[in-house]
């Protein structure tokens, strides 16, 4: 008889982490997804450089979009902005209505990042089903973020998703804490779209071109860069200061 899916686990697994209920289902779907991305996406492309469709060129940028975004996450960390600001800019805009293509990246966008992140979560929640996760929920420092967190769960996890500084740390408390996964999607589809309309608009009123887009990029990943330098640096200071 050849060993079930769960006993393969453990053997590979000597701390005996199970694999949380609908992890293989989310998996799954999320296979689905981005095979039927990256279909509609030669498809289009294919029909752009053959038969010279401008729509089909715009339409691939959106849905390159939604396949990029969908890999964006602690484990994929790939900028994000460039690609919001080209699919909302006016030279490849799909839709001729400016706040409708707008809302449309945005809301695509947001939905696209959820994926990412719903991903990390089931990731991480299998990483944390052993000793580690035991471990970090036994400490001070968790009871008490816990008790903070709990407050507000979904507003605190939409504001992170909606700031574009990095703050991984708060994501992690509520995948550590076993926080609904609906709910964990639903605050990252409502910060993002709201970081993302943000974006959009700009692309629209400064009427950004491709380069002037890759440059906005290099200088938010120089930033972002440099805030966790700083943060580093304080970090490895704060001993030394307290002494």
């Known amino acids: 008889m050849s060993p079930s899916l ?3 686990a453990r053997l590979a697994d000597p701390a005996g982490r199970r694999i949380p209920p609908g992890t293989r289902v989310w998996f799954a779907w999320f296979l689905v997804w981005l095979t039927g991305l990256a279909a509609l996406a030669l498809w289009l492309l294919a029909r752009w450089e053959h038969g010279g469709e401008p729509l089909a060129m715009r339409a691939w940028i959106l849905v390159l979009m939604c396949f990029y975004l969908s890999l964006c996450n602690a484990f994929v960390p790939l900028p994000t902005a460039w ?3 080209l ?4 030279d490849y805009a ?6 409708l293509n707008i809302l449309m990246v945005a809301v695509l966008g947001a939905l696209a990042t959820a994926m990412a992140n719903l991903t990390e979560y089931h990731l991480l929640a299998y990483g944390f089903g052993g000793g580690l996760g035991q471990r970090l929920r036994a400490t001070n420092v ?3 973020a816990v ?3 709990d407050r507000a769960p ?3 996890l939409a504001l992170v998703a909606f700031i574009p500084i990095p703050v991984d740390v708060v994501r992690w408390l509520a995948i550590l804490r076993g926080y609904s996964r609906l709910r964990f999607g639903l605050a990252y589809l409502l910060g993002r ?7 959009g608009g700009c692309s629209v009123f400064f009427a950004l071109g491709a380069r002037q887009i890759m440059l906005i990029q290099v200088g938010l990943v120089l930033a972002a860069l440099s805030a966790r330098v700083v943060w580093w640096l304080v970090r490895r200071g704060g001993p030394r200061l307290a002494a």
Do not use: K
């Open 87 to 90: 699919a909302a800019a006016p």
């Open 6 to 8: 769960n006993e393969i």
């Open 94 to 99: 799909l839709l001729a209505q400016p706040v």
């Open 147 to 149: 008790r903070w967190f």
């Open 142 to 144: 968790y009871t008490w």
């Open 193 to 199: 779209s709201g970081r993302y309309l943000i974006f």
């Open 154 to 156: 979904l507003q605190v």
């Open 83 to 85: 690609i919001i600001l």
